[in-house]
């Protein structure tokens, strides 16, 4: 167990949906980080926030958004859903935002777009 | 230009044998981190292990060890005594910059998947 979990932990629903997928970052751990894990496009950085603020937008889509909240847990809201979302979306979080510190990932949430 | 390349999509090894799993990186900066993870059929992922740029020992932790080979941009792992357990897709990844506090996001590798057998 990584400390870090992550809710839901499977998601199925409709083309042209929202969802909100949330995740909670391990005690002390400042920095989080949203990946995404698709057959095709194998393991994707997407968005990071270090203490409430974004630091880093990686192949995020203009239809995803996220936010970091006070207590530092994390939301990555997905909008207008297509099938190709259908992916693992991890979060992950590390104590700081520096070179040395290793990311721990939450389980993911699996992500089906039907 | 791929900045992980794995080019072991699939790898076999009898179990209590010793097996690498090879990693080359491409990058300008002087100062990154190469990271291995571990992502079993369950979907999550594991760190196993961490090479900094300016470590001048290869990085060990437990059964796993890393072997860096700095000017041939090589980051390989190597996981000895090989268990059933071991039986999972691995992934290399990097960070890159200097240590900031900045962006430190990682690039992953197309993975290898390892299938330990008896």
């Known amino acids: 167990d990584s400390g870090v979990t992550q809710t839901p932990k499977h998601l199925i629903t409709a083309t042209g949906q929202r969802v909100t997928l949330r995740c909670s970052p391990r005690?002390?751990?400042?920095?989080v980080y949203w990946y995404q894990q698709s057959l095709d496009q194998g393991l994707q950085f997407l968005i990071q926030?270090?203490?409430?603020?974004?630091?880093a937008k990686g192949n995020i889509l203009e239809r995803f958004s996220a936010q970091q909240f006070p207590d530092l847990h994390s939301e990555l809201n997905l909008s207008s859903l297509e099938l190709g979302d259908s992916a693992l979306y991890f979060c992950?979080?590390?104590?700081?935002?520096?070179?040395?510190?290793?990311?721990?990932f939450g389980p993911g949430t699996r992500l089906t777009v039907t | 230009a791929q900045k992980i390349t794995q080019t072991q999509p699939g790898m076999f090894v009898q179990e209590k044998e010793a097996v690498t799993l090879d990693c080359t990186y491409d990058?300008?900066?002087?100062?990154?981190?190469l990271f291995w993870y571990k992502q079993p059929s369950s979907g999550e992922m594991i760190f196993l292990i961490y090479?900094?740029?300016?470590?001048?020992q290869n990085a060990t932790e437990g059964r796993y060890s890393l072997n860096f080979q700095k000017a041939r941009k090589s980051a390989n792992l190597v996981i000895s005594a090989s268990q059933l357990g071991d039986s999972a897709m691995y992934f290399c990844?990097?960070?890159?910059?200097?240590?900031?506090?900045?962006?430190?996001?990682?690039?992953f590798g197309t993975g290898t998947r390892l299938q330990v057998t008896l």
């Open positions: 992950a979080s590390s104590v700081g935002a520096g070179l040395a510190y290793e990311q721990y």
């Open positions: 005690s002390g751990d400042l920095s």
């Open positions: 926030y270090y203490n409430g603020e974004e630091r």
């Open positions: 990058t300008s900066d002087q100062s990154y981190g």
């Open positions: 090479q900094g740029s300016y470590d001048e």
């Open positions: 990844a990097m960070r890159e910059g200097v240590n900031t506090g900045t962006a430190s996001k990682l690039t």
